[in-house]
């Protein structure tokens, strides 16, 4: 691989920041939700919490419907899309932390019921770096029980494309599942659809799992053109913010493979809905989650009660504060994550986390510029 496309993306100062809400009673009990805004905008996320903690204070946390609906308003003019209606989704898989902690039930059962007793999940890693370093991280996937991975290509000329999936497959062989992500959604002049289309081509004798955002995320038109010319599963929407936007791919025909984030959609309820949309339209679902442990488990309980949920994704960068909030491990068995069982989300804020992994002013995700690798 060539040097340049080592690295295509980071954080201001190298660190990766996460944003957990936490709901406190008078009682002293509490839930945790995140928002995956907080990964690109902490400082910003504090300050839209700060104002959204106005319209709830005194209001009764067991009624969740009725505080969501509430905050939706309370932004209609303002932040119907985007980071507003991704914070309003954290603050709600908050109190349905809580509303599961007070019950003592999984909130999988409180939003659907528990649909699944395992589901498969993918390794999402395979960013762009040597080939030896790939070789080594995904032979580690292997070991660990994961029966497919996802892979990045972004950045990368048609030919370094199929040089890396053709080496991907070399190392993991036929039995696992290989997913490619083209991450359009990023490229500053994302492929026409000729170009999509030539670049999956290239790639079907490799049997890909699915396409990811073969487009410009918004262009659902070509999306759905895309899609109408190939056999491989065309997978998208992990940018996703609001049921109109949701509603955009599946009524384009844009998508096989609808991929729903609670830290972003607005929530689990937001995420409960668009998947039965889905499941309506013929269409599946696979969790998108790169959020903290908080995010992962609010990810996770909405797809156990979601009946058309095929995969989830777990992100393996070293990152504590993905198990630093787990109360107990996630299980993999037979490539399989089984359904939580913990009360609410199965999270808990550790005393001193804030001490151990203060905020670093100045912390977020950021696209640093287009290496020479860069798809024409």
């Known amino acids: 691989m060539p040097g340049d496309l080592e690295r295509e993306l980071c954080f201001a100062d190298g660190h990766r920041t996460i944003s957990v809400i936490k709901v406190e009673t008078d009682a002293g009990t509490y839930g945790l939700g995140e928002t995956y805004t907080g ?10 919490v700060a104002q959204f903690e106005i319209e709830l204070l005194g209001r009764d946390p067991a009624e969740v419907a009725d505080l969501h609906e509430l905050l939706r308003v309370a932004c209609y003019y303002w932040g119907r899309f985007g980071m507003s209606a991704s914070v309003v989704g954290g603050i709600e898989m908050a109190l349905w932390d809580l509303r599961g902690k007070t019950l003592g039930v999984p909130v999988h059962e409180l939003i659907g019921g528990r649909v699944h007793d395992r589901i498969p999940v993918y ?16 032979e580690t996937f292997v070991r660990a029980g994961y029966r497919a991975v996802k892979i990045r290509i972004n950045f990368l000329t048609p030919e370094e494309i199929v040089e890396k999936v053709a080496f991907c497959r070399e190392v993991l062989g036929r039995s696992v599942g290989l997913a490619v992500d083209a991450v359009q959604g990023v490229a500053r002049r994302p492929w026409s659809t000729v170009e999509a289309l030539d670049v999956i081509r290239s790639i079907e004798p490799f049997h890909p799992l699915w396409i990811e955002e073969p487009c410009e995320v918004t262009d659902y038109a070509s999306f759905a053109e895309v899609r109408s010319k190939t056999k491989v599963t065309v997978a998208g929407g992990e940018t996703v913010t609001n049921w109109v936007e949701a509603r955009a791919y599946v009524e384009a025909g844009a998508v096989d493979l609808f991929q729903p984030d609670a830290a972003i959609i607005g929530g689990l309820t937001a995420f409960r809905r668009v998947a039965d949309y889905c499941a309506a339209h013929g269409v599946d679902v696979a969790v998108h989650t790169w959020a903290g442990g908080v995010g992962i488990m609010g990810n996770y309980h909405a797809a156990f009660a979601s009946q058309n949920c095929l995969f989830l994704e777990l992100p393996n960068n070293p990152y504590p504060l993905r198990e630093e909030f787990q109360v107990e491990p996630l299980r993999i068995v037979d490539g399989a994550i089984v359904a939580p069982t913990a009360p609410g989300l199965g999270v808990v804020l550790p005393d001193d986390v804030e001490v151990r992994y203060p905020y670093r002013p100045g912390s977020f995700y950021r696209v640093l510029g287009h290496p020479k690798g860069e798809a024409r």
Do not use: M
């Open 123 to 138: 390794a999402s890693g395979g960013n762009n770096k040597p080939f030896p370093e790939l070789r080594e991280e995904l």
């Open 39 to 48: 990964v690109f905008a902490p400082e910003a996320v504090r300050e839209l």
